[in-house]
C-alpha cells in the first residue's frame, strides 16, 4: 500500500502517489486494488532488461575501478613506508 512508503520514504502521499503512476506508466510496476487500497508490486523484466543494457557498462567500469583501487592501494602502501623512514 501507498501508506508503507510513505512511511518508510518520509514523502507525502500525494508524491508517492505520483511516483508510483509514472512507474505505472513505465512498465516497472503493476497495480491492483484491493478494496479502496491499491497494491503495487515491482515487475522485474524491466529492470533484467536494464541490467543487460547496463552489462557492457559495468565491465567497463568495474575494470576502472579495480585498476583504481590498485593504484590507491599501492599509492597508500608508498605513503606507509615513508612514514616509518
Known amino acids: ?23 505505472q506508466e513505465a512498465g516497472f510496476v503493476t497495480v491492483r486494488p484491493d478494496g479502496q487500497r ?11 532488461e536494464l541490467g543487460d543494457w547496463l552489462a557492457p557498462y559495468r565491465k567497463l567500469w568495474e575494470a576502472r575501478l579495480d585498476r583504481f583501487e590498485a593504484a590507491l592501494k599501492k599509492k597508500t602502501e608508498r605513503t606507509e613506508k615513508e612514514k616509518k623512514k
Open 1 to 23: 500500500p501507498v501508506g508503507v512508503v510513505v512511511d518508510k520514504a518520509g514523502i507525502h502521499q500525494s508524491g508517492v502517489s505520483r511516483h508510483l503512476r509514472i512507474l
Open 38 to 48: 491499491r497494491l503495487y508490486a515491482l515487475k522485474p523484466e524491466p529492470f533484467e
